[in-house]
Nanobody, 124 residues
Framework: QVQLVESGGGLVQAGGSLRLSCAAS????????MGWFRQAPGKEREFVAG????????YYGDSVKGRFTISRDNAKNTVYLQMNSLKPEDTAVYYC?????????????????WGQGTQVTVSP
């Protein structure tokens, strides 16, 4: 397994941008496909974006397509989430997650390692 630590959250006005980072410990980061999820108060955890081991494939939730971009740097053991044109409804705790197999799952239950989360708040 890998240990994951997110950073980069904060408060931003609507229309602004943030870049989240997720640093992984260990030497097996490149063996994992990665995902970003988010959870707002009173709501279920939602798939945001996922990326394959070698970054050949990526997928996005419908609500963030065209605004968010997931990327990874295997040399730095880090996955990123660039968030542009932020909306108040993007407010949530954002989590990164890792799974061994290389298919990108939209289901949180398929991921075995999770970070502690980072808060993103978008003001109107």
């Amino acid at each position: 397994q890998v240990q994951l630590v997110e950073s980069g959250g904060g408060l931003v006005q609507a229309g602004g941008s943030l870049r989240l980072s997720c640093a992984a410990s260990g030497r097996t980061f490149s063996s994992h496909s990665m995902g970003w999820f988010r959870q707002a108060p009173g709501k279920e955890r939602e798939f945001v974006a996922g990326i394959s081991r070698s970054a050949v494939r990526s997928y996005y939730g419908d609500s963030v397509k065209g605004r968010f971009t997931i990327s990874r740097d295997n040399a730095k053991n880090t996955v990123y989430l660039q968030m542009n044109s932020l909306k108040p409804e993007d407010t949530a705790v954002y989590y990164c997650a890792a799974k061994y197999t290389d298919y990108i799952s939209f289901q949180a239950r398929d991921y075995h390692s999770w970070g502690q989360g980072t808060q993103v708040t978008v003001s109107p």
